[in-house]
Structures are given as structure tokens and as C-alpha cells.
């Protein structure tokens, strides 16, 4: 169970490391691409870029795409992981809570300022999700009958 609880603490704050890494990625590639740009002078009051080409440019300055597969596996994972062992650890709902809106604030962040703008999707893999995501209270129903009915977790 404490194996459990650690590592859903550590996802909780997964969100921050992985903005992180994605503005020190982009920063690093603007700079070097750019190395002028954290030294200007008053001569040089725009540093030269090394792209050969506008697309080159571009890709090099602006940010990464949004990726919403992996949002969509962190959510679905946290949700059937709180639900399967949540009634025997429920500590995991709060956890699990904290995550999703730490999700929620650091998607906000990207989308506002980092991600290039999102391509436009239909309502199938929103529609997938939410399919998924109903299925959860089942299987809380089911882990939950064999957890709270099985005598050696409370009486060993």
C-alpha cells in the first residue's frame, strides 16, 4: 500500500517536472539557435539567427505541440489506480484530487504560453475517454466486495 501511496504522490507533481523540462528544452534550443539573445548590446540590437530557413526558424522558436494522448493516459491511470485501491487506502482520492488539478493548472500554463496551437480534433477520443472513465466505479465496486469481504487484510 505504501508503494501505491508513494508513487501517486510522485505522479501528483509529474505535471511541474514535465513543464520544466519542456521550457528548459525550448529555452535551450532557442539559445542555441539564437546564442546572441541573452547578450544584446546596443549595436546589435537584433542577434543573429543560424536557421537557413523561415521553417527552420520557426520550428526552432516556437513551442512543441500539444499531446493529448498523454494527458489522457495520466488522467485514465490516476482515476482506475484511486478507484481500484481506493476504498482500502483513501488517502488515494485526495492524492488523486491534487494530482488531476495540478494536471488541470499546468495544462492551463502550456496551452496559454508554451504549446503551438492545438490541432482540431472530433469528440471520438473525448467520447473514448469518458467510456473508460465510467467503467471505473465498477471495478471500485468489484476490487471493493473482494477487499473489504477478505478477511486477511484486516485480521493478519
Known sequence: GSEIV???ISNAFL???????MVANNFVKRWWDCPGILAKTMKDEFP???SKTVQEFVRNQVGPEAKFQENYSYILTTVFVTFMYGLILPVLFPLALFGLINLMIVEKISFAYFYQKPPIYDNVMINGALTSLGKAPYLMLIFGYWQLGNRQIFFN
Open 6 to 8: 508513494n508513487i501517486m
Open 15 to 21: 505535471p511541474w517536472v514535465e513543464l520544466f523540462i
Open 48 to 50: 543573429q539567427s543560424k
